[in-house]
């Protein structure tokens, strides 16, 4: 099923637009999720690869961004939370210039900017 989830999600990105830093909308990877995927996975045990694939795919959107797409339900279900947090293989590729800091997301593997702007 994580599988499937993850092909859908590569499938279906977000349309490119110029309003964001590298043409990439944070949210791209999540881009065909709703609300009710992300509050549905906090009913999952700890370890199940669904949990880990949205999550995965919801990083890019959470540092990118500062409200975020899933905020109110980060807030609602703080299991998604910690399973963003989790996702440490983001933070080990932070990486800083003197202008820009940029991080590799883990889901699409680009290298991306953070979020300056509070958007």
Same mark, same amino acid.
């Given at each position: 099923?994580?599988? #499937?989830? !993850?092909? $859908? %999600?590569?499938? !279906?990105?977000?349309?490119?637009?110029?309003?964001? /830093?590298?043409? =990439?909308?944070?949210?791209? !990877?999540?881009?065909? +999720?709703?609300?009710? #995927? $992300?509050?549905?996975?906090?009913? +999952?045990? @700890?370890?199940?690869?669904?949990?880990? $694939? +949205?999550?995965? /795919? /919801?990083?890019? @959107?959470?540092?990118? =961004?500062?409200? #975020?797409?899933? %905020? *109110?339900?980060? =807030?609602?279900?703080?299991?998604?939370?910690?399973? +963003?947090?989790?996702?440490?293989?983001? %933070?080990?590729?932070?990486?800083?210039? *003197?202008?820009? /800091?940029?991080?590799?997301?883990?889901?699409?593997?680009?290298? %991306?900017?953070?979020?300056?702007? @509070?958007?």
């Amino acid at each position: 099923m994580a599988e #499937h989830i !993850n092909a $859908i %999600l590569l499938a !279906n990105p977000a349309p490119k637009t110029s309003q964001f /830093a590298e043409d =990439r909308d944070p949210d791209t !990877n999540t881009y065909s +999720l709703a609300p009710q #995927h $992300i509050t549905s996975t906090s009913l +999952l045990t @700890g370890s199940h690869p669904v949990r880990a $694939i +949205l999550a995965t /795919a /919801a990083v890019e @959107g959470y540092v990118r =961004r500062g409200k #975020h797409k899933f %905020l *109110k339900e980060i =807030r609602e279900a703080p299991t998604f939370a910690v399973d +963003l947090m989790e996702v440490k293989e983001t %933070l080990q590729t932070v990486a800083s210039s *003197k202008r820009v /800091a940029s991080f590799t997301a883990p889901f699409s593997g680009k290298t %991306l900017s953070f979020c300056t702007d @509070g958007g």
